[in-house]
């Protein structure tokens, strides 16, 4: 059941996505949190772009995001039984 709907959520909305995917605890949620967090972001960047550019400081928080995520789940791919072993 994916969290992200069809309407905007604004700036908050994503940074939300984006905090819950990262402090999720239960390895096995983390995936699908990433996914609701990228669409988010991928949708947001989209809103901005439409409107002309937006905040420069959101921009980049956008990419910092996706990069963090894009890190954790690689994290996640290479060393998915450090959090077992925690």
């Known amino acids: 059941m994916p969290i992200v709907e069809r ?13 819950a995917a990262l402090l999720e605890g239960d390895k096995d949620k983390i995936p699908s949190l990433i996914v609701d967090a990228e669409r988010a972001i991928v949708e947001r960047a989209r809103e901005l772009f439409h409107a002309g550019g937006g905040s ?9 995001a996706l990069y963090a995520l894009h890190a954790l789940k690689s994290c996640l791919a290479v060393h998915g039984d450090f959090a077992e072993a925690a």
């Open 56 to 64: 420069i400081e959101e921009q980049e928080g956008l990419d910092d």
């Open 7 to 19: 309407h905007s959520l604004g700036t908050e909305g994503w940074k939300r996505l984006y905090v």
